[in-house]
């Protein structure tokens, strides 16, 4: 089952319908949603290629899946568009993954745009059909970016030479934020800008932990033996308890590690509930969501993210083979924010047959569990 939303969030739909479904129908049709390009695309695969577009859209949306494990690797369709088209995709998704596309100038940057043609010319695209690639490709980043002034706006019509706001409007921009599909995070800006004095006092407060832990499971899990070891601040088996956790999670308890696959297949409330239970227990000193403050911070360079948290020593210029960030014992020695959890990561990378890949392996795993915090 393929849903364009969580238990407890709202799905939106545009004119054309739901946005969930508007991408699914564009992975099919645009080949874009096989990822592993080799003609085929899985309900993983299209399920993922639908979320991350939705998700470039409108951010708060969180479209799931749920199926038995050999429902993930049905093959639903194969690719008709021609492999150039599909190669010249992929490009321009790169660049846009990679900060070069200004949404506010509505540009490539020079570099991109000189890559672009180049790609252009050796692939042999007529130029009107590679813009329609890059328009299709930038739709939702536009259509995000369109969201997020049309909120401006709003705002902006309620203050009017207004400092203070009470909390009644506070919850109709909180609603209005809801149905443009936008987080917390990405309005944040917005309130600083026009209402600094407010942004951090009035502002409806971000989720805090409960006092008493949610041990809930929609699969199932038991998480009292989690809560218990990162209670007792025991950080070496909590990490190692997390790791078990998640290969149930992902149904691979009969394999070392993960694929790229197994971390698509772990439920983002999962995921959420086992940060929660790292950060409050902690002192927000570790957790998913501290890592991905700190990956931010550093512009999702993932070795200078490794480096801040002690992943990775600085006298190791080289680090894709066999000196991959630590042996446990030395980290759980000397943590650094951010460090933990840990084991999941290093036994995926490890597991991978080939060391000269490790490094890239290692990133798209890290990336794939970030996109679920």
Known sequence: MLTSSTSTQPSFEDAGGGIYTQYLVEGIETGAADADNDGVITVDELHQYAKRKVREAKPAMQPEIYAVREGYGISLANVSVSRPELEYRKEVEECVKYDEFSVENNSFTEFAREHLTFEQEELGLDPELAKRIEEDVLQPIRLRYQNLQKYEKFVSLKLRGKTLINNGVWNIFKRRQERFGLRDEDVAPIHQRLIPQQSTQKQPPKQTLPDEDDLSSEKGIDYSKLRDLLKAQNWKEADQETYTIMQELAETTEKLGF???????????????????????????????????????????????????????????????????????????????????????????????????????????????????
């Open 259 to 373: 694929q790229i696959q197994d971390i698509n297949r772990l439920p983002n409330r999962e995921i959420s509930s086992i940060n929660n239970l790292w950060v409050k227990f902690s002192d927000e000193v570790f957790g998913f969501s501290i890592q991905k403050s700190i990956y931010e911070r550093e512009g999702k360079d993932f070795t200078k993210f490794a480096e801040k948290v002690g992943w990775k020593k600085k006298e190791w210029p080289f680090w894709n083979e066999e000196k991959y960030i630590f042996y446990p014992e030395d980290i759980y020695a000397k943590c650094s924010t951010g460090c933990l959890p840990a084991s999941w990561l290093l036994i995926s990378t490890m597991s991978s047959k080939k060391a000269s890949t490790r490094g890239r392996w290692r990133e798209r795993i890290f990336d794939s569990i970030m996109e679920k915090v």
